[in-house]
């Protein structure tokens, strides 16, 4: 093998390196195993739908991949940060590593109620980066305008509606520049008539930044108007992974199908 | 004669003044002699833990009384051609109970003072005790009431030797207890103790570092019979006189081994010189004076416990989340901490924390930090530690009460746990425990009444003081109750204000 070609080979691999690795991921409560062996890759800039069933497993892998659940048996990359089997308390390092390379957008968002729309944003640049207050709240600025919420800068949680807080939520999470955005249920606590909103604005963060986007949701509708790609978590296995469209018109498992309810 | 007491007597003694008042005021009674007469039994109140030599339980015969007052008053009985009965009383409360008629008589080392004088009628005395002034053996210049002027001299509260102190030019601090101001002169937080000669005898002058310097002044045991009850306190006197003729009262003084040449002056006793005991000098009026002495009181208890409040509420977030966020032993450290502060009376603390610990760390750190502010600093330091248990529990509810997902929400954005407490779990537990610890400040303000055990005079002892001394629990005791409500009815707003904005926050 000659150095030129070697050098060829790393590049390539560098352009296609996942961003995001889950290998034979096993999760057990108690007795329970909701993860059995789940393994996916996510290329940066992907955006991925997890769906299935509630049950299925696509919350517990979230909650997995963010460190936020301890697991039992294989191993998640996110970024350069590994993760693997064991008590949570026992790899800070590796977590923290974590928490830099990757964002999480609550399904009730968690706002910090005590802090208003800006001070949430800054928070964790000013006392975790260590950003100076002053460029924290230019960027904060910045990302209140892409959310659509500056004339909400001032406001309290409390006060805002609960489209306002998601997007609050949103560019929290994003001024910590990760590179992986994930969304637990983003729909779930939305009026019916404010996910259109939603959709608009997470297109138009796929397209200005360079983010991947992991978003787990138990509609199929919503995953298909954003995502590029679709897994089904059913009973703690992948049963599916494709193309929104494509896992639509022809799933490969029978079970997917129950899932979607096309057998009625 | 007074005695330790773990709780607190003044609010009891206002009710019992004012029951004895309703009661007084009643149709025509069988007078005390007629009932002692037609029963002839001489019922006589006092209160047994006043100990040796007074009236005491055997301790070789559990349930049988002795002392010399026990003797005393079989002797005056068997004059009178009846049976003496006793009756327990608690000792601070035994001239109300007088008053209330639990007993005929009431005689447990009561001193003539000119507050007593006011409220009861005395008999001629049984027994002439000295106020003995009792100082260091090593402090050369203490050498009389005197040469002590300036400095701090200790006595209990309402004696006899309390009342010809503060004649004196020298700083009173009253004492509630009889062990406590030996501890104190021999550890050097005063300079002179002034008491009975019975009670420097037996809790003074054992220790081989003190010694007697001075007989300041003799005062006198005697009787205690109701008002409007003559005839009784007559007979009583008649009884007295006739023991002290034949020298049997010296016989039984000389078997508790307190009979002295004092005592020469009992068999002589004339009418001339009851008058001359209870010759009642002007006594105080509530004046414009006794209002500031309040407001300074006041003052002392704000201070106290403001000082406290702010030491318990950041040592209790300390504890809290220790407790909730430590490493084990830690957490084991703090839920220990909690239990034994709050499992336990304040009171007790207080008196191990002044007269147990602080001598000891005084002694071993040769900490010598001017002794005058000892009991404030115990004060404020005991109620604080006290608090700061309760406090805990509050913020740990608080804490509690903080949705889970905000600690998730704190880790995710990279926050270590010690930051996202004190970024972001505190600063809204501590809105939510707000209405508490200010609920909380509110009873301290009221504890600190406590601390007058330690000597410090706060809002509570200046009314009982006064109160004595103005014979009278009613001015003192509305002007008291009335600053305790502008302490604390802004509080209670303020607490009140803070629930309505916690309510509204949440909603």
Known sequence: MSTEGSKVEAETAAVEKPVITVEKLVKKYGDRTVLKGVSFDITPGQVVALVGPSGGGKSTALRCMTGLEPFQEGAIRVGDARLSPGPLASHKRELQRLRLESGLVFQTWHLFPHMTALENIIEAPVHVKRVSVEKARNAAKVLLEK?????????????????????????????????????????????????????????????????????????????????????????????????????????????????????? | MSRERLGRGSGLVLLAVLAGAVVSCGGEHEGALERVRRTGVLRWGGDVQGGEPYVFEDPSQPGRLIGFE??????????????????????????????????????NGLEVTPARADTVVFTRPYFVFSAQLVTRRNDETATSLDALEGHRVGTLASSLSWEILRERPVEVVAYEGTEEPYADLRGGRIDGVLLDDIIATRYGLVHSDLHLVEDVADGYYAVACRQHEEALCAEVDRALAALAERGELRRILARWEIDND??????????????????????????????????????????????????????????????????????????????????????????????????????????????????????????????????????????????????????????????????????????????????????????????????????????????????????????????????????????????????????
């Open chain 1, 147 to 264: 959310v659509g919420l500056s004339h909400r800068e001032g406001a309290l949680p409390r006060n805002m509606s609960g489209g306002e807080q998601q997007r609050c939520a949103i560019a929290r999470a994003l001024a910590m520049e990760p590179k992986v955005l994930f969304m637990d249920e983003p729909t779930s606590a939305l009026d019916p008539q404010r996910v259109g909103d939603l959709v608009e604005l997470l297109e138009h963060l796929t397209e200005s930044e360079n983010l991947t986007f992991v978003i787990v949701t138990h509609e199929m509708k919503f995953a298909q108007k954003l995502a590029d790609r679709t897994l089904v978590l059913y009973e703690g296995h992948v049963i599916e992974d494709g193309h929104p469209d494509d896992v639509l018109a022809s799933p490969k498992d029978p079970r997917t199908r129950t899932f979607l309810g096309m057998d009625d």
């Open chain 2, 262 to 507: 004092r005592q020469a002056r009992l068999a002589s006793w004339s009418e001339e010189d009851t008058r001359a005991m209870l010759l009642v000098r002007q006594h105080a009026s509530f004046t414009a004076h006794h209002v500031l002495l309040f407001v300074q009181g006041a003052a002392v208890t704000l201070v106290v416990s403001s000082l406290a409040m702010i030491l318990a509420v950041a040592l209790g977030l300390l504890l809290a989340l220790s407790r909730m966020y430590g490493p084990r032993p830690l957490s084991v450290a703090a839920t220990t901490y909690v239990e034994l502060f709050r499992g336990t009376p304040v009171l007790l603390q207080l008196h191990v924390l002044y007269f147990g610990i602080m001598p000891v760390l005084r002694a071993s750190l040769s900490w010598d930090a001017g002794t005058e502010y000892d009991a404030f600093f115990a004060a404020i330091v005991g109620l604080g530690l006290n608090y700061a248990a309760y406090e805990a529990e509050i913020y740990r509810a608080g804490i509690q009460a903080i949705p889970p997902g905000q600690m998730e929400a704190a880790t995710v954005l990279g926050m270590s746990t010690s930051l996202a407490l004190r970024r972001v779990i505190v600063p809204q537990a501590f809105r939510i425990a707000l209405p508490g610890v200010t609920n909380d400040f509110i009873a301290l303000l009221k504890d600190s009444s406590l601390v007058s055990v330690i000597t410090v005079v706060e809002l509570t002892k200046r009314m009982t003081i006064t109160a004595i001394d103005v014979r009278s629990y009613l001015l003192p005791g509305l002007l008291c109750a009335g600053l305790y409500l502008a302490l604390s009815y802004p509080l209670s707003l303020l607490s009140r204000r803070l629930e309505e904005r916690l309510a509204r926050e949440s909603s």
């Open chain 2, 70 to 107: 026990v003797e005393v008053a079989d002797a005056v009985a068997r004059e009178m051609g009846v049976r003496a009965e006793f009756v327990q009383n608690d000792w601070s409360n035994l001239v109300p109970s007088l008053d209330r008629g639990s007993f005929d008589i009431a005689m």
